[in-house]
């Protein structure tokens, strides 16, 4: 308790020290508070206006053609435009169209004007509902107004003429690929045409070269094979015409214990057989056709017998007519045989010779093949990047035509901007208050200052506590009644001093409030 005491009787002795140094409030509050007062009336009246507009950015083309047409995020190029609203560009733009250009003459002048329209102009969003709201403050309420307006203009025409300028300019770029790939698939496709006519001989139409050289390869043998074959055949029947026994024996096969020739009828009674047995799974024996076939295999073997009866009955003679029938027929067909032969000679000959015209070539064959692979990988890599291409133009035309018949940005006016009837600044109150602290402030801090500088005893307890003897009396001055009476004119002049600032205080703020210009009726 003693110390608090003593803490509240240290906060009174710095009260009595400034108190008694007033004199340095009173000289401070008038230097400070009447400059400051007509300074905040003088300034002059600012206005202030604003505009309000809803971006949707939702689109129902979006999900409808999702995959097929390419879509740019539609909030990110707001934000992208909203961020690059305050641009030098766009800031000058602003400056010619509201026509405050005209009133610099400088540059100097015109780099002021571009600093200050940049720091004015505020555009703030609320990021949940898209509302951008565009102010802007100016001594001119039609400025104002106009500079919002612009601002707005080229907030809503730069994000759809920038999308319409982006689908331009990426429209030109995929043209002038598409031209250069065509082109250079043109110039792929000559060279690999021109490749292939100038090594056909080497070039096999499917497969490499090994591929090709196993195929003739293959082709020879078959040849040679089939060759083999026809000799053996023509050498088996050749064996035949040796004379009439031999000739019989040539064309008879064992059937049981009795020889029997091979006829003319012989495939045609197999062929019936076979028939019959068909008909037989599906019909009964006294079905028609199974009744004809039976006839028509009896009489096949009885024209069989007779003439193998025919056969037998002339075997002992020479100029027997059958049996020359045979051996012309065999003659025949050994003829045919041998030109079969012939002509196989000729395709073996064929394949020979190319498999010698590729060996001759094996050393030249793999830097052809991979100058001919080379070139194809070139022309199959155009060939992709040349049809991506085309995809991309046709994705790209379909989401241009997507976006003139349904505008991917909505941009709908919520508040427009409008002249401002009442100035909205400068806050004269805030300003006419800072001032009167200042002025009360500054007094009080040089007057505390100057009482711990040069401290002036107020009581008897200041003397024990700076000594630490004890007082034991003091003196009355002689001329008390007249340090009152002074005491008293400095508390009167100081009272009507501060009444004074007080008062011009209260007049300048209810003027404010009430908008009147003071130092306009002054002046005039």
Not at 273 to 302: G, M, N, Q
Request: charged share 25%.
């Amino acid at each position: 308790m003693q110390d608090f005491q003593q803490t509240v009787q240290v906060i009174l002795d710095y009260i009595r020290g400034v108190w008694i140094r007033k004199r340095y409030l009173i000289i401070c509050s008038w230097l400070i508070c009447p400059v400051g007062f007509f300074y905040v009336a003088s300034l002059p009246d600012v206005y202030e206006s604003d505009a309000q507009v809803y971006v949707d950015t939702r689109s129902m083309l979006e999900p409808l053609l999702a995959g097929i047409t390419l879509y740019n995020d539609p909030e990110a190029e707001v934000l992208m435009m909203a961020q690059t609203l305050k641009s030098r560009a766009n800031i000058e733009e602003i400056a010619r169209e509201s026509d405050l250009d005209i009133t610099v003459t400088t540059d100097a002048d015109y780099e002021v004007l571009i600093d200050e329209l940049t720091r004015g102009i505020n555009l703030s969003s609320t990021n949940r509902s898209n509302i951008y709201t565009i102010a802007f403050e100016h001594e001119n309420p039609q400025t104002a107004r106009t500079v919002v307006q612009e601002t707005l203009d080229i907030f809503v025409e730069g994000s759809l003429g920038g999308n319409r300028r982006d689908s331009d300019t990426a429209t030109r770029f995929i043209d002038e690929q598409i031209a250069e790939y065509e082109s250079r698939l043109s110039e792929a496709e000559q060279q690999r045409a021109d490749f292939l006519r100038q090594h056909a001989d080497v070039l096999p139409l499917q497969g490499s070269f090994q591929s090709k050289m196993q195929s003739l390869q293959e082709q020879l043998n078959a040849t040679r094979l089939m060759i083999a074959e026809l000799q053996q055949k023509a050498e088996s029947l050749q064996n035949r015409l040796t004379g009439n026994r031999k000739s019989a024996d040539s064309f008879s096969v064992q059937s049981g214990s009795d020889p029997t020739i091979t006829t003319r009828f012989d495939e045609r009674i197999i062929n019936a057989e076979a028939r019959l047995d068909e008909l037989k799974l599906r019909f009964t024996d006294l079905h028609p056709d199974v009744v004809e076939t039976k006839d028509l295999i009896s009489s096949l073997e009885a024209a069989r017998e007779k003439e193998i009866e025919e056969f037998l009955t002339a075997e002992g003679t020479d100029d027997s007519p059958v049996l020359s029938q045979f051996n012309q027929e065999i003659t025949l067909e050994i003829s045919r045989l041998e030109g079969e032969v012939a002509s196989l000679r000729v395709r073996e000959k064929s394949f020979v010779d190319n498999i010698n015209e590729l060996k001759s070539k094996i050393d030249l064959v793999p830097q052809i093949e991979a100058e001919g692979l080379a070139k194809n990988r070139n022309y199959s890599i155009i060939k992709q990047k040349y049809e991506e291409l085309l995809t991309r133009k046709e994705a790209a035309d379909i989401s241009q035509r997507a976006k003139v018949s349904s505008e991917e940005l909505q941009f709908r006016i919520v508040k427009p901007p409008l002249v401002p009837p009442d100035p909205t600044g400068p806050n004269r109150f805030i300003f006419y208050t800072g001032v009167l602290i200042a002025g009360f402030g500054v007094g009080i801090g040089i007057a505390f200052l100057l009482s711990q500088l040069t401290p002036i005893l107020v009581r008897g307890q200041q003397l024990t506590m700076i000594t630490g003897m004890p007082i034991l009396g003091s003196v009355t001055h002689l001329n008390l009644s007249q340090i009152k009476k002074k005491q008293r004119l400095h508390l009167a002049f100081f009272l009507v001093s501060s009444g004074i600032l007080l008062f011009a205080y209260a007049v300048l703020v209810a003027a404010d409030i009430m908008n009147i210009d003071l130092i306009g009726k002054v002046i005039s």
